[in-house]
């Protein structure tokens, strides 16, 4: 009978494709890992991946059984999970994955309040982008995950944790008015900086400056916001800067922000996690511990249910398109 232990080495196989890199990712010699992977392929009598000189290919029938073996390790951590969130909630370990557009300026003001309320959770975080972080999380490598929503795939939950509006940063010149809200049409002269593609703020920027003729948009594609801000502040462009960001990523005099005019821009933020997970106790308490620390640092709450929120939701994502 296959062992929960082939099933993991395979599974770090099928990630890494190369045999010492998968033994390092589960802490064993790559001849240890080798030899179960040759036991395991002589249990279920098939190959699972052609062995080549520098690198590891599965089979068609190997990648199906990543398939289901991934899903019976994601089970086996969700009877865990289970059997763990019956004692105190939040207790032991929680992975946390969260997009680079929000973590440096969220867990700054979340971690404190979440070591003062709950001592016995061992919390561990990954930042990496969305599609990324949702496999993960699908996969059970996470736990939960900090997103900008909608979260769309069916086999995920997600509720909002505040909402998160965009400000124009524009570089600064004598004679700029910052109290006057912006317009869609007042961008059309200008260039607009964004992230490199796979970022989602890069998406919802352009979905509100869909308008933009496509020559105005920078081909600059930029890994951080702190390289943005730095365009902005020396005249190369324009760019739509959450409001959750401000504090930290504007500290030029160069750079000016200005409000836009109803309905404002703005991107919501969750939390969302498998639909199969026991841990939904555990993952409501860390939301409203997550909202009450927010609200104390300004944020805007969100405090419907997702559905209604989305709904609510609806109009100003409109304007956004």
Not at 62 to 91: C, F, H, M, N, W
Not at 97 to 102: E, L, N, R
Not at 127 to 145: H, N, P, S, V
Not at 199 to 220: E, F, V, W
Request: charged content about 20%.
């Amino acid at each position: 009978m296959p062992s929960l232990r082939q099933f993991r080495y395979l599974d770090a196989l099928a990630t890494h494709l190369h045999f010492r890199r998968a033994a390092d990712a589960v802490a064993v010699s790559q001849p240890a890992l080798s030899m179960q992977i040759r036991e395991l392929e002589q249990e279920l009598e098939i190959k699972l991946v052609e062995r080549q000189p520098n690198a590891v290919r599965l089979t068609r029938e190997g990648e199906e059984i990543v398939t289901r073996a991934r899903k019976i390790l994601s089970d086996v951590r969700d009877l865990v999970d289970y059997a763990r969130q019956l004692g105190q909630p939040l207790s032991g370990t929680l992975r946390l994955g969260i997009i680079p557009s929000i973590a440096p300026y969220l867990l700054p003001r979340i971690l404190p309040a979440l070591g003062a309320a709950h001592p016995n959770m061992q919390l561990t975080i990954r930042e990496t982008l969305t599609e990324a972080m949702t496999q993960e999380l699908l996969a059970g490598d996470l736990d939960a995950i900090i997103v900008a929503l909608p979260v769309t795939d069916p086999g995920l939950v997600a509720e909002p944790l505040f909402v998160d509006r965009f400000l124009l940063a524009r570089h600064n010149r004598p004679g700029l008015d910052c109290s006057r809200p912006v317009e869609p049409a007042d961008l059309e002269t200008d260039t607009l900086l964004l992230l490199e593609e796979g970022h989602c703020l890069r998406d919802q920027a352009l979905n509100y400056c869909s308008s933009l003729p496509t020559g105005r948009k920078s081909p600059l594609g930029a890994t951080s916001l702190a390289t943005v801000m730095q365009m902005v502040a020396a005249g190369y462009g324009v760019t739509l800067l959450p409001e959750i960001c401000a504090a930290t990523e504007v500290r030029d005099d160069r750079v000016a922000l200005l409000r836009f005019a109803d309905p404002q821009p703005a991107r919501t933020v969750g939390l969302a996690w498998r639909k199969s997970s026991p841990r939904r106790q555990d993952f409501e308490t860390l939301r409203q511990t997550l909202m009450a620390t927010l609200e104390g640092c300004g944020c805007a709450p969100c405090p419907l249910p997702a559905t209604q929120a989305a709904a609510d939701a609806a109009p100003a994502a409109a304007a956004m398109r």
